[in-house]
């Protein structure tokens, strides 16, 4: 069992950056692929990124390549999303999510979810 709780988000201005965190308990948050989403209002959940138990493979949805960033510290249980250069169509609320095996980009697939932070951004 893995319980995962988000923070860092806030209201931003366009073109300001943020980083979201995600804090997970248990001892086997390194054997877990992490994702990223987001659910905008009236939307439906979109995967952002994904990153494997060791780090060393990453994935992003086409959307926002080259302007987030995700990253985990296992010795501290923690997942990043680094975002820069915000836009309001960035607004939503950000899920980290866990999963046992390779890291995928659809959100059935995962196992384990926060209750999300959220991210509003002004133009």
């Known amino acids: 069992q893995v319980q995962l709780v988000e923070s860092g988000g806030g209201l931003v201005q366009a073109g300001g950056s943020l980083r979201l965190s995600c804090a997970a308990s248990?001892?086997?948050?390194?054997?877990?692929?992490m994702g990223w989403f987001r659910q905008a209002p009236g939307k439906e959940r979109e995967f952002v990124a994904a990153?494997?138990?060791?780090?060393?493979?990453?994935t992003y949805a086409d959307s926002v390549k080259g302007r987030f960033t995700i990253s985990r510290d296992n010795a501290k249980n923690t997942v990043y999303l680094q975002i820069y250069n915000l836009t309001p169509e960035d607004t939503a609320v950000y899920f980290c999510?866990?999963?046992?095996?390779?890291?995928?980009?659809?959100?059935?697939?995962?196992?384990?979810w926060g209750q999300g932070t959220q991210v509003t951004v002004s133009s």
């Open positions: 999510a866990a999963r046992v095996g390779y890291p995928k980009n659809l959100a059935y697939e995962y196992d384990y």
């Open positions: 248990g001892r086997t948050f390194s054997s877990y692929a």
């Open positions: 990153i494997r138990w060791s780090g060393d493979i990453t």
